[in-house]
């Protein structure tokens, strides 16, 4: 059961609650009651001025989101750097790493052991499927050098670590969408990733994740489903001169239905975040004389001297 919280709204008990409930009506009969629930929160939307304001348990989590971003390949790191940022999370998890990889019996069983764990846990899966038995001894023998380097680290000193190399990757925050472009651009037939984050739609190359295409939102006019596939229309910025009725380009993207709505739907919570930060924005830079009304003055004749009041043509994205 997926639970989307809004801040302020929802605490970890009504969502307990709520699966709880949900969990009743489609089991009926006798409950278990030795049945163990994980919660798995997650950011839904990443906005970069908030990191000023990150307490370490956010940091936390947004560490470990990370690396699930990571370890379904959604993240583009080396093979080296998987292994420092994987002995991170070890630390960060486990402690200091108390027995050397060259420890004998039943001390070296437990620490190879601990490191196929984390190896499990925090190292990139499509890494290794590719690796030979000599070679992954060769790599927990890597991995318990660069974890015992961090001994005496705390653990929120090893998160800010992990997400300051995290946040070098200008996609940080990004929901990645696997797709196949359906139009010539970027390019027929070829498999992408759709970066879908604050600023708007990054069309990445599959392989490199090198950005191809960048789709800002004030550009975006048109976007959903469309005969199975994701559209995008996108027109020229303000500045340009173009007809509002002349689209551009449409861009079409081939991906399951699941993700088409997963995505349209955070593509619409994005925009509406923007518009209620500008809207926030212009009540704040409202001159004071708004403010300072007269109150002799009737509700219609305040309605019709806000500026609220006022025609304004709208060039927000629509929804398909």
């Not at 994987?86 to 050397?100: H, S, T």
Request: hydrophobic share 35%.
């Amino acid at each position: 059961m997926r639970t989307p919280v809004a801040p302020g709204l929802l605490q970890v008990c009504d969502i307990i609650s709520k699966w709880e409930q949900a969990s009743k009506e489609q089991h009926t009969g006798k409950s278990e009651n030795t049945r163990t629930v994980r919660l798995t929160y997650k950011n839904r939307l990443y906005f970069s001025p908030q990191v000023r304001g990150e307490s370490e348990r956010e940091r936390l989590l947004l560490a470990y989101q990370t690396n699930e971003a990571i370890l379904a390949g959604h993240f583009p790191v080396n093979k080296e750097l998987s292994l420092e940022m994987a002995a991170l999370l070890a630390q960060v998890e486990f402690g200091d790493f108390e027995r050397p990889f060259s420890a004998a019996g039943s001390a070296q069983t437990k620490s190879v052991q601990t490191l196929k764990q984390v190896l499990e846990r925090f190292y990139p899966k499509h890494y290794r499927k590719t690796t030979s038995e000599e070679q992954l001894r060769q790599l927990l023998q890597r991995l318990s050098v660069r974890w015992a380097s961090l001994r005496g680290r705390s653990s929120p000193e090893c998160v800010r670590i992990y997400l300051t190399v995290a946040r070098k990757w200008p996609f940080f925050g990004a929901k990645l969408f696997e797709a196949e472009s359906v139009t010539a651009s970027p390019e027929q037939g070829a498999r992408v990733w759709l970066a879908v984050h604050e600023d708007g739609i990054s069309v990445l190359e599959h392989n490199s994740m090198k950005p191809l295409v960048s789709l800002p939102y004030k550009n975006l006019g048109t976007f959903g489903g469309c005969n199975q596939d994701l559209m995008l229309v996108v027109g020229q910025s303000a500045g340009q001169n173009t007809s509002k009725d002349k689209p551009t380009e449409k861009h079409l993207f081939a991906m399951p239905t699941s993700k088409i709505r997963e995505m349209t739907l955070l593509i619409s919570s994005y925009v509406n975040s923007a518009h209620q930060l500008k809207a926030a924005a212009h009540h704040l830079s409202a001159p004071a004389l708004l403010v300072a009304q007269p109150v002799t003055l009737k509700s219609k004749e305040l309605r019709s001297k806000s500026p609220q009041a006022k025609g304004r043509t709208s060039k927000a994205p629509t929804l398909l």
